[in-house]
């Protein structure tokens, strides 16, 4: 079986010059790697009192329910602004030029709720960083954050939260 980080597909320039998209697409469409992949990210939480899982929107969503069903945990989604139809909590990060939001239906995480934040790539950290903020506000405890991909030389853990373990799959 080839190892994860081989079946890893580089794309350039994409979405824009400059950038070397990491694409996880090929891991997801050979069952054995995706398999793989989903054990090596609920290896480190198999006793870490999870709860739920929050995935990242969009891609997040890929490994975040699967990763959720495998640690008996309820799956949430931390989405762009609008897209959720009941009353949310909302966490603002920077961008490159701006900035953007995520949201999260704060009254599916119930009180004493023990959440893994996950996200297909850590790149700067932002995302991540303001999907914790959302657990917070929700009144849930962030008991990790979790990747399949890190871009080191990005130093994305730098903006996340101080203290609160990080597992990552595949660093690049």
Known sequence: MPDLADALRTIPDFPKPGIQFKDLTPVLADPALFGQLLDALAAPWADAGVTHVVGIESRGYWFGAALAERLGAGFLPARKPGKLPAASVRATYALEYGEDALELHGQDLPDGARALVHDDVIATGGTAAAACELV?????????????????????????????????????
Request: charged residues 20%; negative net charge.
């Open 136 to 172: 917070e506000k929700a009144g849930g405890t962030v008991v990790g954050i979790s990747f399949a991909v890190e871009i080191a030389f990005l130093d994305g853990r730098s903006k996340l939260p101080a203290g609160v373990p990080v597992e990552v799959a595949i660093v690049v």
